[in-house]
């Protein structure tokens, strides 16, 4: 079970909804054997669904003629990559997250697109719940496109479920629709705009919990579904 969480610049309430879905995985791990099996194979992440809010704008630009050589350009491909710098997840979300004890200060912003080919080749987060990163150096590093790691794994749509929590362009909703058996739209106010409307530092604690309990209520829900499948799937034994 592959669960996407998913916002604009990936750096506030998604990568909240991330860590409260590593920390309700935490909680659930001495249980029982059906649940388990649910959380051995659930994977949890998050993504931003607009690239040119991860990376901070580049000061190299590719330039290329008819006396450009491969090996020019490639050197100022790595130049310009060198000097693209990746945002960070919002302070004021850590702080929010860390007042009730999840720590998501390790994370960074990333794209779907640049996630998925690490994403697929990931078995389950459950062993190491949230304090699990997904590292940016092995997203960038990787050289598997999506669209080459969905054709290996036979599944065109490879995700199952990516939730969107702001309202996004029909581009960008056919673009996710893509990529996902189910999107779920889920109606998440952006805490830095009710921070700036007069709510303060606030916003961001109350829209964390406002998260947590949507997290929670997805996930309890995707396990009673993942243990009701379990028991219909046992065998009738029959007392002689």
Request: net charge negative; with cysteine.
């Amino acid at each position: 079970m592959k669960v996407v969480f998913a916002c604009k610049s990936n750096s506030c309430r998604s990568q909240m909804a991330e860590g409260w879905a590593h920390e309700w995985v935490k909680k659930h791990q001495k249980t029982t054997s059906e649940e388990k099996q649910f959380l051995d194979t659930i994977i949890v992440a998050s993504v931003a669904l607009d690239s040119s809010s991860v990376f901070n704008k580049s000061n190299v630009d590719v330039v290329e003629d008819s006396k450009t050589t491969a090996s020019q350009k490639q050197e100022q491909q790595r130049q310009q990559h060198h000097q693209q710098q990746r945002k960070p997840v919002k302070a004021k979300a850590v702080e929010a997250m860390a007042a009730y004890g999840v720590d998501i200060s390790k994370c960074s912003p990333k794209t779907l697109d640049e996630l998925l080919p690490t994403f697929l080749s990931c078995k389950n987060t459950s062993s190491e719940g949230p304090d699990m990163e997904w590292s940016t150096m092995e997203i960038t590093n990787s050289n598997e496109t999506d669209a080459s790691r969905q054709k290996e794994d036979g599944n065109e749509k490879p995700l199952d479920k990516l939730i969107v929590m702001y309202s996004c362009a029909k581009d960008v909703q056919h673009h996710v629709a893509s990529r996902s058996q189910q999107v779920i739209q889920w109606d998440i106010e952006a805490p830095t705009a009710a921070a700036k409307a007069g709510e303060g530092n606030a916003a961001y604690q109350r829209v964390s919990l406002e998260i947590r309990a949507q997290v929670e209520a997805l996930l309890e829900e995707l396990l009673h579904m993942s243990s009701a499948e379990c028991s219909e799937a046992l065998p009738e034994i029959t007392i002689q």
